[in-house]
């Protein structure tokens, strides 16, 4: 026998765990866990944590809008957004069973919502850009100014991504030259 709570509301117990979440994840993953508590899960506000189950997550997650800048719903949701939705139940129910708020997690029971790629069979394999590809990139990269043909120059010649090339600073760079080398003789 477990004690369960009939009476902690998924809005408050939500806002308490965004609380927790705030001091311990990157701020974008806050802005999206944040949207998704006081937007997508705002009609369930009310609705005790306990009385939850697969079924309404999933009808939840499927019945999912984006919105516009005015708060206006624009159509269903994208498959990332549900996907972070997917997260953020998870994680509520999952710190909602630790506090012995409720028996079990109701998402374990809900598959997270798949790229509609993988649906219609698109391999999610990557491949090298050919040498045409390549020079492509480049020069419509250098028709925007050398700053941005140099960004991609370097993209393409080390496979960062532009956050890294973007943060590197030049005592970052190694020339794979250790002390006592003499490189290029």
Not at 93 to 119: G, T, Y
Not at 153 to 163: A, C, D, E, F, P
Request: with cysteine; glycine share 8%.
């Amino acid at each position: 026998g477990m004690a369960v709570s009939k009476t902690v509301r998924l809005g408050p117990y939500a806002e308490d765990w965004l609380t927790i979440k705030k001091a311990n994840c990157d701020p974008s993953t806050y802005r999206g866990y944040m949207t998704c508590v006081r937007r997508h899960l705002k009609p369930y506000a009310n609705k005790p944590v306990n009385d939850f189950t697969p079924t309404i997550c999933r009808r939840i997650l499927n019945q999912m809008q984006s919105y516009n800048q005015k708060g206006e719903p624009t159509g269903p949701a994208s498959i990332s957004l549900r996907r972070t939705l997917h997260t953020t139940l998870n994680q509520i129910f999952k710190n909602a069973l630790a506090d012995r708020i409720i028996p079990s997690n109701p998402m374990v029971a809900v598959e997270r919502p798949s790229p509609k790629d993988n649906e219609i069979g698109v391999s999610d394999e990557r491949g090298a850009f050919t040498v045409e590809q390549m020079q492509s990139m480049l020069s419509t990269a250098a028709a925007m100014g050398p700053a941005i043909g140099a960004i991609w120059w370097w993209r393409l010649l080390t496979g960062m991504r532009q956050g890294e090339i973007l943060g590197a600073s030049l005592e970052d760079l190694s020339f794979g030259v250790s002390d006592g080398d003499v490189p290029y003789g």
